[in-house]
């Protein structure tokens, strides 16, 4: 695709997203979802780029590549919102991060926790202050764990798996499993032996399903700015869900016309020759469901944006995906293409700013 005044190029578009959004928008609580397409260069520099500046600005980020397998050798399917939940927490460490929360709760506080003194050593924290292990504790839970409890700002269980959490890096439980070992292995989407019935003793009765992860994604947006970080900055890689799994007919009848319109061009024999042994397109597939599932996974979180708190979710698409003629393009769901594709626009100038930009930089 040649370059126009409807192309802008990457950094340009980086300048924007970082100025109006990161230090201005969505660092003052708004949320937005963004669509750019462009070369695999493109693509490259916008992840690299845009996951830098939010890592210097303090916001916690997850970049899913749909292309990548997990570490048992199947699809992340990043299509389910439960799914999409688990990547971007991935790398997240509850543990360090609730111990975070609890050592800066009373630290704001006035108690002095001591380079020699753990967390979990509450006598020795309680004797350093001249208090009784069991009034600070009570401090703790009337001035934090409970009014985070009450806040409905964030899901139910949600909010009462993160204060449990940070209790118990006070308080460790001698329980097997232990409290923390089942609420880590919960909000990974995982279970241990004996979780249920630990799980159902501090109150929560449900894993995290299609059915409550966008509550409890929208809860960890919410969650964030109380760890210290600007927010959420998500990069999502489409490509893998535009590629159609194609039949060896399909196949030959393509390869057909490759070799047709490189003629037509004026290929010479060597060209021609080259195509002809080139080898077939390989890597992951998603389903012709799992494709809907995609566009009307990103359609929600359009619709539903002013759900979330801090939160720029960036999708990262090829040319090929606005093309008609391409086996899969937005315009085979048009609730997603009314979103992003029929903003009012500039005949001369593309808008950086616009919910749906197009990269310069060549194929």
């Known amino acids: 695709m040649a370059s126009s005044n409807l192309e802008i190029p990457v950094e340009s578009w980086l300048r924007v997203i970082t100025g109006e959004y990161l230090e201005g928008f969505v660092a003052a609580g708004g949320s937005a979802v963004k669509v750019v397409s462009g070369s695999q260069a493109s693509l490259d520099q916008v992840r690299q780029s845009l996951l830098g500046a939010a890592h210097e600005r303090g916001f916690w980020h997850a970049h899913l590549d749909p292309a990548i397998l997990d570490e048992n050798g199947k699809k992340i399917d990043v299509h389910r919102m439960d799914r999409f939940f688990f990547e971007c927490t991935r790398a997240v460490d509850y543990k360090a991060w609730a111990a975070i929360q609890a050592r800066r709760h009373l630290e704001s506080r006035g ?13 020795g924290i309680a004797q350093d202050n001249g208090r009784d292990p069991a009034d600070l504790m009570s401090q703790y839970q009337s001035e934090l ?3 985070q409890l009450r806040d409905h700002s964030m899901a139910l269980e949600f909010r009462t798996a993160v204060t449990s959490l ?16 089942v609420l880590l292995a919960w909000l990974a989407g995982q279970s241990r032996p004996g979780g249920a019935s630990a799980l159902k003793k501090i109150q929560i009765y449900e894993r995290i399903t299609q059915s409550n992860a966008r509550a409890m994604f929208a809860s960890f947006c919410n969650w964030l700015p109380r760890l210290g970080h600007s927010g959420l900055v998500v990069t999502l890689d489409l490509r893998p869900y535009q590629r159609k799994k194609l039949t ?14 490189a003629a037509e061009a004026g290929a010479d024999r060597d060209e021609l020759s080259a195509l002809l042994s080139a080898p077939d397109p390989t890597g992951v597939f998603y389903s012709d469901l799992a494709y809907q599932h995609m566009l009307a996974l990103l359609r929600r979180f359009i619709d539903e944006i002013d759900w979330f708190e801090r939160f720029l979710l960036v999708v990262l698409t090829d040319r090929s995906f606005y093309d008609v003629g391409s086996p899969r393009n937005y315009h085979n769901y048009d609730a997603l293409q009314t979103r992003i594709g029929l903003e009012v626009r500039g005949a001369q100038q593309a808008n950086p ?10 194929s």
């Open 166 to 181: 940070g209790r118990v890096q006070l308080m460790p439980d001698s329980l097997l499993p232990t409290t923390e070992e």
């Open 145 to 147: 764990a409970t009014p």
């Open 353 to 362: 700013a616009a919910s749906l930009v197009h990269l310069e930089g060549e």
């Open 248 to 261: 060896v007919p399909q196949l030959r009848d393509q390869k057909l016309r490759q070799l047709q319109d």
């Open 111 to 123: 108690i002095r926790i001591s380079a020699q003194r753990s967390l979990n050593d509450l006598e």
